[in-house]
């Protein structure tokens, strides 16, 4: 049976995603030999600065798809999250296995917990404006690096912002103090999704990688990407959704602030067939909103 060689940064949360695609495409295929082909991104290398200025998403996934464009892997294994928000040319989202919990966590404190004028560090604006307008007293500083490294740089009195999916998928959950509600801070499109790239046209790849596939979760981050497609964004815009599905219904709630820092938030409810075309309804409205 085929080799499949999938493409993945080297931090110990990409690993542990890469590793975990590897186990379900081993338990879908039996006797389907699964490898990682590693490599380290710019944004892995540059810590040194704020994700917004060495190129935004592309940062965490470029050299990566590199590795499948030029053949050297046959699929790449991304955090949905920092995927450019349109496929690029020569890839095809092939597959978004069951999704993880996708709400933000503080660690070092709880909301309510924080003194006034305490630290949150954070490198996400999404974050920075939702904090800021329930705690307009906080004060806000960068925070780069792996989990590891974010989990040393709690600030005296204060807090770290991170995804609740990475503490829980790297075992240490018990260093959280609070997890936040979606419906309070509107997470990150595609937060908690994994997404596996493969080359377009490479149909034998496609077939196998089909087989983890989770059909609600891919219509999640496909309606929560058409949403920051239509704002035509990137992970440094302070934009965020979030879809749930009961049913045939999808429920899309989402966030823009606007220059002054006012956050605006839309949602709706349809069809889960007509999810996407909601998703860029909400985008137009918030940019109006936003930028009047």
């Known amino acids: ?20 695609v590897a186990d379900l495409l081993r338990a879908a295929h039996p006797g389907l030999e ?46 949905a999250k920092d995927l450019p928000a349109v496929t690029g040319e020569g890839l095809a989202l092939a597959a978004v296995p069951e999704r993880g919990d996708p709400r933000d966590a503080l660690v070092g404190a709880t909301l309510d917990g924080l003194a006034a004028g305490a630290t949150v560090a954070t490198g996400s604006q999404r974050r920075r404006v939702q904090l800021a307008t329930l705690r307009p007293d906080l004060v806000f500083t960068e925070l780069r690096g792996n989990m590891a490294t974010r989990l040393g740089k709690v600030p005296a009195g204060g807090a770290i912002v991170v995804a609740a999916v990475a503490l829980q998928r790297l075992g240490w959950a018990d260093r959280i103090d609070e997890v936040l509600g979606a419906d309070l801070l509107i997470p990150q499109v595609g937060q908690a999704a994994l997404a596996v790239e493969g080359r377009a046209g490479d149909a034998e790849t496609a077939v196998l990688l089909a087989a983890v596939e989770h059909g609600p979760s891919r219509t999640r981050v496909d309606v929560e990407r058409a949403f920051l497609a239509e704002l035509g964004g990137d992970c440094d815009l302070p934009a965020g959704a979030h879809a749930t599905l009961d049913g045939d219904r999808v429920h899309v709630q989402a966030l823009l602030a606007g220059d002054d820092g006012t956050v605006h938030v839309e949602e709706a409810v349809g069809p889960a067939a007509d999810g996407e075309s909601l998703a860029r309804g909400l985008a137009q409205d918030l940019r109006t909103l936003a930028t009047a």
């Not at 049976?1 to 975990?20: C, D, F, G, I, N």
């Not at 380290?40 to 040194?48: C, K, N, P, Q």
């Open 34 to 79: 699964v490898t990682l082909v590693r490599t380290d991104t710019l944004g892995d290398r540059r810590l040194d600065v704020p994700i917004s200025e060495i190129g935004g998403k592309g940062v965490f996934a470029t050299e990566v798809q590199r590795l499948v464009l030029d053949g050297d892997a046959d699929a790449a294994v991304h955090s």
């Open 1 to 20: 049976m085929k080799t499949v060689r999938l493409a993945t940064r080297s931090s110990p949360l990409a690993l542990w995603q890469a590793e975990h």
